[in-house]
């Protein structure tokens, strides 16, 4: 498997959000260096451009970038964030036999609205899916049909009805066991799958460093037989982590067990035929 470290902050809604980009150097230290290259992320906000996503210029230069080096790559890709919409350029390249599997404590599917741009990350299973054609033009479209979502919770009503409207398949925290997400992805009738976790799927007392924790998530056990289950009897296509900011380096030292476990069961799978 080769890296992809993408310290992009710019797609959180977060005013911390620049402690993901510390967070993806704190994980880059304990992977392999030779199959590791960091994308770099520009220095300022960017500009939204009057389009519905904020910073718009520069989570756009950072997809494309993310999006050049997967499609390069020899190896499946694990990009490792950074916020959640880092994943968006690794999508390059998948094909329809590709079931998207986004394990997450929330959707993504923020509604798109120029009157009132969002964070990219909470809308970055919508540009996957569902965008104006301007909006990141190098990407493919995902269809809903291969998109499964699981380990949500607190969903507002409008994202529910927006995920049910799309036909995409929600399994909710208490939902996502493994033999029910197996389920799920083998009734998109994919051979193989791309897995993006993001860490607000985790139970706040289980990693420290969460922008935006919320109670009743999974364990770190539970999060890699998710991860398991979900890639079982698949080739790996490739992969996203995001979403950790510790507070300081050495509470991020405490969360690497769990974090590190996460990237472990991501790379075993990578290596299944």
Do not use: C, K
Request: hydrophobic share 50%.
């Amino acid at each position: 498997m080769q890296f992809l470290v993408v310290g992009q902050w710019q797609g959180s809604a977060s005013s911390r959000a620049m402690r993901l980009g510390d967070g993806a150097t704190a994980i880059a230290a304990d992977l392999p260096r030779a199959s590791t290259t960091v994308v770099d992320v520009p220095t300022g906000a960017g500009d939204r451009l009057e389009t519905a996503v904020a910073r718009y210029t520069s989570v756009l230069a950072v997809a494309d970038r993310v999006a050049e080096e997967t499609g390069v790559a020899s190896e499946p890709v694990l990009v490792v964030g950074g916020d959640g919409a880092s994943v968006l350029g690794a999508t390059v390249g998948l094909g329809p036999d590709t079931a998207f599997v986004r394990i997450a404590g929330s959707s993504g599917y923020r509604a798109l609205n120029r009157a009132q741009p969002v964070a990219a990350e909470t809308a970055a299973l919508r540009i996957l899916v569902d965008r104006a054609d301007e909006l990141f033009p190098a990407l493919p479209v995902l269809p809903a049909s291969s998109v499964v979502v699981a380990g949500v919770r607190g969903l507002d009503d409008a994202e529910d009805a927006a995920l049910d409207r799309a036909g995409i398949t929600r399994l909710d925290v208490d939902a996502a066991t493994p033999d029910a997400l197996a389920a799920a992805v083998d009734a998109t009738g994919a051979t193989s799958v791309f897995v993006h976790v993001d860490l607000d799927v985790l139970d706040p007392s289980e990693v420290d460093g969460l922008l935006e924790p919320v109670p009743f998530g999974l364990d770190g056990a539970g999060l890699v037989e998710r991860i398991q289950a979900a890639t079982r009897g698949r080739r790996l296509a490739g992969a996203a982590l995001t979403g950790f900011a510790p507070v300081d380096p050495e509470r991020a030292v405490d969360d690497l067990g769990v974090i590190l476990r996460v990237v472990g069961a991501l790379t075993s799978a990578s290596r299944v035929a």
